[in-house]
């Protein structure tokens, strides 16, 4: 754990954090951002398989949010993944990535963690491979979403990470 991590706390959101998490996203520029209502419920019906970073002040810098499959209830799909820009390049994505896979799969028994990247992603792309490489996980890539499937516009093909099994 670096000095940086140190001074973080990762916890669940809370519905109260909804609003950071969607100015976080929106900041990103590199994240699909949806309405700032989804954030909020995603705040308040899955809280549990998601994680918020928190500064000393216990405002949110980070987030990563998930849900179990419900065809495959042993897998976290990984939805988003941010981290403010005043705090990036401090290990802080991988640092929420690895809590949350800890935490959830031991409440919930995950054995394995899918995502989706677009080509060109770079900074997900080594995100979700160093992760898989921590864990001593297999990674497979698919695609999921060929670009013609999305109704609003140009959109790049969505590219799903299979990671799995994981030794937690």
Request: glycine fraction near 8%; charged fraction near 25%; aromatic fraction near 8%.
């Amino acid at each position: 754990m670096t000095a940086a991590q140190a001074d973080l706390q990762i916890d669940r959101p809370a519905v109260a954090d909804g609003a950071a998490l969607w100015r976080i996203a929106r900041d990103s520029k590199a994240l699909d951002l949806n309405s700032s209502y989804s954030y909020l419920l995603w705040c308040r019906d899955f809280a549990g398989t998601s994680a918020v970073a928190r500064d000393e002040r216990g405002e949110p810098v980070g987030f990563v949010t998930g849900y179990v499959r419900p065809e495959r209830p042993h897998t976290l799909l990984v939805w988003q993944v941010a981290v403010d820009d005043a705090h990036r390049g401090r290990g802080i994505a991988a640092a929420l990535l690895d809590g949350l896979v800890a935490r959830v799969g031991r409440e919930y028994g995950i054995t394995s963690v899918e995502t989706t990247i677009t080509p060109g992603n770079t900074a997900s792309e080594r995100l979700f491979v160093s992760f898989a490489e921590r864990h001593g996980a297999a990674l497979e890539r698919e695609v999921l979403f060929p670009a013609s499937v999305f109704p609003d516009g140009p959109h790049d093909p969505e590219v799903l990470y299979r990671i799995g099994p994981l030794s937690l």
